[in-house]
């Protein structure tokens, strides 16, 4: 049989196979891609989620889903307050999630006390995910506030990003520096090292985190975590995530 005739077994469980229509839920929620691709439309913005891929989503974000060729997803629902800070937010592949997903499914949990140890370890890990390890104050000034949510993503100089905003590189400096208590490159280089930390507590290699947050090589995002953290690269590559969380280093 095929995938989708199986799915009629359990009928409850059907929305694994088949997708479904728009909706939204009174609590956080998880969209898990098992296998295949899943297309989806979140506050009205088709997104296409590949396998091992999730999205977060708030309370209340209205979104669909199509399962076609055979994909399936998964969407367990979140406890209140598990939330991913804006109203959706893509994870990419984080192996910790595919890990504990993957337990679940095979370990079949049917009772409330049963899936309770299950959505407590997968929050426990979205927690991880949510939490930047530098906090960062954002910039407030449009002109900053647009080149800061450009800037992490791409290797413009802080130039160019000016002058795409018809302004100076001495303007825009000026702006962080004033309300963010840090230089502009400084708080460029910290936002990707958390999205490479929050990589690192999913489950990830230190090649894929380093790729995930625009470095070209591991060895560079060790070199820039060295140096922001105080803990030395012998350290951090070692172990990460354990080097991190024992705070040997002092953030400078």
Same mark, same amino acid.
């Given at each position: @049989? ?8 359990? *009928? ?37 989620? =590949? ?13 669909? @889903?199509? &399962?076609?060729? !055979?994909? @399936? ?9 598990? /939330?991913?800070? #804006?109203?959706?937010? =893509? +994870? ?21 006390? #049963? ?23 954002? *910039? ?11 800037? *992490?993503?791409? /290797? ?22 004033? /309300?963010?208590? &840090?230089?502009?490159? =400084? ?26 947050? !625009? ?5 560079? +995002? +060790? ?11 012998? /350290? ?12 040997? !280093?002092?953030?400078?």
């Amino acid at each position: @049989m095929t995938p989708t005739a199986l799915s009629a077994v359990v *009928p409850e469980n059907s929305i694994r196979f088949l997708g479904h229509g728009t909706h939204t839920h009174d609590e956080p929620h998880l969209v898990h891609v098992v296998t295949g691709t899943a297309e989806l439309v979140v506050d009205g913005a088709p997104l296409t989620l =590949r396998t091992h891929e999730s999205l977060w989503l708030a309370p209340g974000v209205p979104h669909s @889903m199509r &399962l076609p060729d !055979g994909a @399936m997803a998964l969407g367990p629902i979140l406890s209140p307050g598990v /939330e991913p800070g #804006q109203r959706a937010r =893509r +994870l990419g592949v984080v192996p910790a999630i595919t890990s504990l997903l993957t337990a679940a499914l095979c370990a079949g949990p049917t009772s409330p006390e #049963q899936v309770a140890p299950f959505r407590a370890a997968l929050e426990d890990v979205l927690r991880g995910l949510g939490t930047d390890y530098f906090a960062l104050t954002p *910039p407030q000034h449009p002109v900053a506030r647009a080149v800061a949510a450009e800037a *992490p993503g791409t /290797e413009a100089t802080l130039d160019e990003l000016a002058a795409r905003r018809r302004t100076s590189t001495r303007h825009v400096q000026r702006l962080f520096v004033e /309300e963010t208590g &840090l230089a502009f490159g =400084r708080w460029r280089t910290r936002s990707r090292l958390n999205v490479a930390i929050a990589r690192l507590r999913g489950g990830s290699q230190l090649d894929a985190a380093a790729h995930a947050a !625009g470095y070209a090589t591991r060895a560079g +995002l +060790l070199r820039a975590l060295s140096r922001e953290t105080g803990i030395g690269v012998a /350290e951090l590559s070692h172990d990460p995530v354990a080097a991190l969380a024992a705070g040997t !280093g002092v953030p400078v």
